[in-house]
């Protein structure tokens, strides 16, 4: 089955930028989807299609994707960007939705 | 006001079965498809399955192939899951969620509800 890799932290001080990287094997010939868990709270769609943004997510939080790496950023970092992060694919060969295991972004 | 409220969870003996429901309002339930996602307490997300607005497309992950079975009405607004077999791995909080089109064409989760705990002990 198809994997996905995410590095299980990243700190970040507030007012820089954060960087989550999400490994697979050519993920550039997949769409990826971004989410992000608030402890107690329901994942939220935060980047799709692994560059566009929902309306009402803000504009520092920005996707690309490229090769094996597809990779979540935000930039000038702020408290409430503190949660859990993961990425999400569909596996053609599997016919299944597959998320990585998920980064928690700490701010410092 | 989009929405998506589970039930149906609780504590239930390993080898039962369980039959888990989301009603969903604020859209058009039949233009949707809807999945199940659960987390076990403490750790990541596990897609279980999915379906389309007219139930011909239907996906499961391998952990609960040939144990679940999912299904909507789209006249009651409502999806359900029935889980049998019950095992303790099954022990997670499980969500439904949104999504457009068919399972297959990798459309994001855009709308989740907030879960229905399922715990499987003896």
């Known amino acids: ?108 | 006001e989009v929405q998506l409220v589970e039930s149906g969870g609780g504590l239930v003996q390993p080898g039962r079965s369980l039959r888990l429901s989301c009603a969903v309002s604020g859209f058009n339930f039949d233009d949707y498809a809807i999945h199940w996602v659960r987390q076990v307490p403490g750790k990541g997300l596990e897609w279980v399955s999915g379906i389309n607005w007219n139930s011909d497309d239907i996906g499961y992950a391998d952990s609960v192939k040939g144990r679940c079975t999912i299904s909507r009405d789209n006249a009651k607004n409502s999806l359900y899951l029935q889980i049998n077999s019950l095992r303790p791995d099954d022990t997670a909080l499980y969500y439904c969620a949104r999504s457009s089109g068919f399972i297959s064409t990798n459309k994001p989760f855009d709308f989740w509800g907030q879960g229905t705990m399922v715990t499987v002990s003896s």
């Open chain 1, 1 to 108: 089955s198809y994997v996905l890799t995410q590095p299980p932290s990243v700190s970040v001080a507030p007012g820089q930028t954060a960087r989550i990287t999400c490994g697979g094997d050519n993920v550039e010939k997949k769409s990826v989807h971004w989410y992000q868990q608030k402890p107690g709270q329901a994942p939220v769609l935060v980047v799709y299609d692994d560059t566009d943004r929902p309306l009402g997510i803000p504009e520092r939080f920005s996707g690309s994707n490229s090769g094996n790496t597809a990779t979540l950023t935000i930039s000038r970092v702020e408290a409430g960007d503190e949660a859990d992060y993961y990425c999400q694919v569909w596996d053609t060969k599997t016919y299944q939705y597959v998320f990585a295991t998920g980064t928690k972004v700490t701010v410092l």
